[in-house]
Each structure stands twice: as C-alpha cells, then as structure tokens.
C-alpha cells in the first residue's frame, strides 16, 4: 500500500530564507509526483509536477527534485516570501492521488 | 480561480438534517472527484465519476450519496451524518480518469461541514 510522507510537519523561518520541504513514498511504480500549496480553508493548487521519467522541475523560485529510487522528493524555495505561507502538500500518481499530510510553512517578515 | 466552484462554502447542519453539496466544473473536463480532508490526517479519496459513471468508492458510508447527472456537475448528498464527518470536503476534475504521466487534477475551494 503506498504511503506518502512529509517533513517536517510545520516549520517557521524568517523573510529570505533558503528552505526545503520533504516527500518520501513507499512504492516507486508511480505515474508522476506533484506538488500543491494550500492556504488556510481553501482548495488546492498545482506548483509543479514531475513525471517519473524526470529528475526536476522548476516554476520560479520553486525546484522540485524527484529520486524514484529512494522514494523521495523535496521542494525547494528560494529567497522565501510571507505570501509563501500555506501549507505545502505532496502526492504521488498511481491510478489516483495519493497525499502526504502536508507542511505547513509560515514565512515572518 | 481553479475554474472548479463548489457551493456551499460553509454548512452547519445537525445529524437528522439532509443537505446537498454542489461543485461545477468548467474546464470540458470527463472525471471529477470528492475527497475529504480532516486536520492532520492526509486527503481521503470518497468517490470518482468518469463519463457521469462512479467507478470508484472508497468504502464511504451510505450517508454520503454521490451524483453525478452530467460531466459538469457533482454533488454529495448528506443525510444523518455524525459529529466525525465534520471536516473539508473538496471537489476536483481531470481531463480524463487515472491518472498518468502528466495528468493532474483542478480543485475547488471546498465546502467547510459542521456536523452538531
């Protein structure tokens, strides 16, 4: 049955860090990996999506990394703003989407 | 604007009421899906329509009624829920059922339940 993780589960960082969020999956045989943003009592919206076959992709000041081996991924954010704050949801595709509990990030001015 | 609505977007209804949740989707697309979403526990997939045909249900309660009358619009009928079932129940469509290499999937806004 696969899992999706993700650490750390909150995390508070001040205006112009650097951070990284994390994904682990327990089964590699996915279709693509995705990430999501999710501000507080509202629905979902894709960031980025990363096909099996890939390595990364990049929107912005957003890099996702996906090691199909390990089963991981991480997000990465650079020079972090306060309309960064949400929280981050990771899912991996199998014949359906399957979430992490999300991080919930919240960048202070 | 995702180009997904779902009304309402709070509901407040006691265990013998009977309620109705509504999402549209304006995208052409064929799936369209419900899940819900509990603090700290990840998204629960309840049911997937494809073509205006379930094919999947997550062993939901039957309390919760899907229906799907065409590709634009779903609902979740509500009936005798309990204080448990309070949480965010979101929609989402796909331009196609299963997902693969690229497909992703729209959501809306949801719909915030209060179960008293």
């Known amino acids: 049955k696969q899992e999706v993780t993700q650490i750390p589960a909150a995390l508070s960082v001040p205006e112009g860090e650097n951070l990284v969020l994390n994904c682990s999956f327990t089964?590699?045989?996915?279709?693509?990996l995705q990430w999501f943003r999710q501000d507080p009592g509202k629905g979902l919206t894709s960031l980025l999506l990363i096909q099996s076959s890939q390595r990364e992709q990049t929107s912005g000041r957003l890099n996702a990394s996906l090691d199909k081996s390990s089963g991981r991924s991480t997000l990465y954010i650079a020079a972090s703003q306060p309309g960064d704050s949400a929280t981050y949801l990771c899912?991996?595709?199998?014949?359906?989407?399957?979430f992490g509990t999300g991080t919930r990030l919240q960048v202070f001015p | 604007e995702t180009g997904v609505t779902q009304t309402p977007r709070h509901l407040v209804m006691g265990m013998t009421n009977k309620k109705s949740l509504k999402c549209e989707q304006h995208l052409g697309h064929n799936a369209m899906y419900w899940y819900k979403q509990s603090a700290k526990k990840p998204l629960e997939l309840m049911f997937v329509y494809s073509l205006e045909e379930r094919v999947e249900n997550n062993s939901v309660p039957s309390r919760f009624s899907p229906e799907c009358p065409n590709s634009s619009h779903l609902f979740l009928h509500l009936h005798t829920l309990q204080p448990e079932d309070s949480a965010l129940y979101l929609c989402a469509s796909s331009p196609k059922m299963g997902q693969r290499e690229t497909d992703t999937q729209y959501f809306g806004p949801g719909t915030r339940l209060t179960v008293l």
């Open positions: 089964d590699s045989a996915i279709y693509n």
């Open positions: 899912a991996v595709s199998t014949d359906k989407l399957i």
